[in-house]
C-alpha cells in the first residue's frame, strides 16, 4: 500500500492537567471545539491530572469519553503518576487496555516500577503503563506503541531498557502499514524536567523504523525532524502545548490537528486556546509542510 495515498486526520491534546490547574472556563466549550475537527485518531499525551486523584482521573476520563472519535488514544504523564494507585486508577477511567509486562522483570531497573504486592488498597503492583494499539483506518493498519516515560512520584523521565527491549519484542511480532510512537517526555528538546535517558529512546526509534513521535510535557508547541546521516534514518517529533489554562503565564495553551496525515498534502492546524472571563476563545493557525 502507499502510504502517500492514504487519508488520516489526527487530533492531538495534551497536558489537560484535570484538577486545580485545569480551565477556569467550562470544558464544554472546549469539547465542542475539539468534536469540531473530523479526527480518525485522536492522541492524547499525557498529564490527564494535577495529582494524580481519583476524581481527577474520573473527569478526564468524562471528559475523553466524549470526544466524538472511535480511537482516542491516552498515555500517562508525570503528573498522573503522583499515586501508588495510578495504574488501577488510568485503567479504570482513562483506559482499559492491556498493560505491556516485561519480558524479565529482574532486568527492570526504574524506580518504583513494582511496589510491593501486600501495599494496602493496591491492584497492580506493576506501575509502568506501555501498550500497543493497532488501529486500522481507511484500509490501512496503524500501529500505535506507547511508551511510559514517567515514574512514580517523580517529574524527571525516565525509560526502563527491559521495557524498550520487550515493546520492540511485541512490535516485531505484529503486522502493520505504519508505526507511531507516543511518549510524555520529549526525546529532542526539554525543560527543567527532563527525560534522562533521551538518547536510549531514539536508538529504539530508529530501530524500529519509526517516523513520527507525539510528545506534549513542556506545554510548548515544538515540530522537529532529526536525521541521523550515519545510520540514514529521519524522523519528526510533534510536542503539543498544553490545554491546562491556570498555570504559568507562558504557557502556550493549544491543540494540533494533523489533516492529510503522512501526505505530502499535509497541513497542521495550531489551534490556541484562550481565555477571557472565564470563556474560551480560538484562534487557528495553518502550517503547510508540503515546502519541508
Not at 471545539?33 to 492522541?43: G, H, M, Q, R, T
Not at 488501529?135 to 525509560?159: A, H, M, Q, R
Not at 545510520?231 to 502545548?241: D, I
Request: charge should be negative.
Amino acid at each position: 500500500m502507499d502510504i502517500l495515498e492514504t487519508k488520516m486526520n489526527l487530533l492531538h491534546i495534551s497536558d489537560m492537567h484535570f484538577g486545580p490547574r485545569h480551565w477556569l472556563g467550562k470544558s464544554e466549550l472546549l469539547l465542542e471545539k475539539l468534536n469540531s475537527y473530523e479526527a480518525d485518531i485522536v492522541i492524547n499525551t499525557g498529564d490527564n491530572t494535577t495529582d494524580a486523584l481519583e476524581n481527577e482521573f474520573e473527569a478526564a476520563g468524562n471528559f475523553l469519553k466524549s470526544i466524538d472519535c472511535q480511537h482516542v488514544v491516552s498515555i500517562p504523564g508525570n503528573h498522573d503518576k503522583r499515586n501508588m494507585r495510578c495504574a488501577d486508577y488510568f485503567r479504570q477511567y482513562i483506559d482499559d487496555i492491556e498493560v505491556i509486562r516485561p519480558l524479565n522483570r529482574d532486568n527492570c531497573r526504574k524506580n518504583n516500577i513494582f511496589l510491593d504486592g501486600n501495599t494496602n488498597g493496591i491492584k497492580e503492583d506493576f506501575t509502568d503503563i506501555n501498550f500497543i494499539k493497532n488501529i486500522t483506518v481507511n484500509g490501512e493498519s496503524v500501529l500505535i506503541v506507547c511508551l511510559d516515560t514517567c515514574s512514580l512520584y517523580e517529574d524527571n523521565g525516565f525509560v526502563d531498557q527491559e521495557m524498550l527491549r520487550t515493546l520492540s519484542h511485541a512490535i516485531n511480532k505484529d503486522s502493520y502499514d505504519r508505526i507511531m510512537l507516543l511518549n510524555h517526555h520529549s526525546i529532542l528538546d526539554t525543560d527543567s524536567d527532563p527525560l534522562f535517558n533521551s538518547r536510549t529512546v531514539v536508538e529504539f526509534v530508529r530501530e524500529n523504523h519509526i517516523e513520527h513521535v507525539f510528545s506534549g510535557h513542556t506545554h510548548q508547541l515544538s515540530i522537529m525532524r532529526s536525521t541521523d546521516l550515519y545510520h540514514k534514518h529521519t524522523f519528526t517529533q510533534y510536542k503539543n502545548g498544553s490545554l491546562s489554562s491556570v498555570n504559568t503565564l507562558n504557557d502556550t495553551n493549544m491543540f494540533l490537528y494533523y489533516k492529510n496525515f503522512g501526505t505530502e498534502a499535509m497541513d497542521i492546524h495550531v489551534v490556541r486556546a484562550i481565555v477571557e472571563n472565564e470563556c474560551l476563545k480560538f484562534e487557528e493557525e495553518i502550517i503547510t509542510t508540503c515546502q519541508y
